[in-house]
């Protein structure tokens, strides 16, 4: 149980293009959703806390209106990276958040490696 | 806010010896505690985790200790093998309460046959 898939796994893009990425929890309900990003070598960074119906909580120095997120289901949210520019390029991982006793455990998505040429 | 450090940032060991792996943290209001394990190219993976109302759990070969007076919290792997090389994050959250969790820097861990 608590898995949860990312899809493209991979995508490259030029420059000044959108990218979509999805996140899906498949076999729970997920009712906040992380959306991390991670540099070669380094630790996660938190970009925005998404909770279903309701507007994404972006963290400090990360640009909302570059990094769209929608969650508009329990099982589904959505990236976009906008206007995508090569220091966009990195590893985006999402995080889902279940209903229930375990609340506040996090289960991973696969990851999406996304290059911008 | 929350601030997690790490430490060793590397570590290499025999395989069949120990590793541990040690968090401190700054908040005390803090009450969950996960380690992740990630592969290279992957996603981490939840290995064990921990509240704060127990001082230590097991999984098998995995073990977490927990201590709230001092901060800090330790992950121990028994036995190690070549599979258990990756790199291993520690995070601490309020739990509930948000629940946003606040990373070590990792240790990329490196079991040699």
């Known amino acids: 149980g608590a898995v949860v898939s990312q899809h493209p796994s991979w995508v490259i893009c030029k420059s000044g293009t959108s990218v979509k990425i999805e996140c899906r929890s498949l076999?729970?309900?997920?009712?906040?959703m992380f959306w991390y990003r991670q540099f070669p070598k380094q630790s996660l960074m938190l970009m925005a806390t998404?909770?279903?119906?309701?507007?994404?909580?972006?963290e400090q120095g990360v640009e909302k209106d570059k990094f769209l997120i929608n969650h508009a289901s329990l099982t589904l949210s959505t990236l976009t990276v906008t206007s995508a520019h090569p220091e966009d390029s990195s590893f985006y991982i999402c995080?889902?958040?279940?209903?229930?006793?375990?609340?506040?455990?996090?289960?991973f998505g696969p990851g999406t490696r996304l290059t911008v040429l | 806010g929350e601030n997690v450090e790490q430490h060793p940032s590397t570590l290499s060991v025999q395989e069949g010896d120990s590793a541990v792996i040690k968090c401190t943290y700054s908040?005390?209001?803090?009450?969950?505690f996960p380690w992740y394990k990630q592969e290279l190219g992957k996603g981490p993976q939840l290995i064990i985790d921990?509240?704060?109302?127990?001082g230590e759990k097991k999984d098998q070969r995995i073990a977490v200790t927990l201590n709230k007076t001092a901060k800090h919290f330790s992950l121990h792997i028994t036995e190690t093998q070549p599979e258990d090389s990756a790199v291993y994050f520690c995070?601490?959250?309020?739990?509930?309460?948000?629940?946003?969790?606040?990373f070590g820097q990792g240790t990329e861990l490196s079991v040699k046959p």
């Open positions: 995070a601490a959250s309020k739990g509930n309460q948000g629940g946003k969790l606040i």
């Open positions: 995080s889902a958040r279940g209903q229930g006793s375990s609340t506040d455990t996090q289960y």
């Open positions: 998404s909770n279903e119906g309701s507007k994404a909580t972006y």
């Open positions: 076999d729970f309900q997920a009712t906040t």
């Open positions: 921990i509240r704060s109302n127990v």
């Open positions: 908040d005390s209001a803090s009450n969950y």
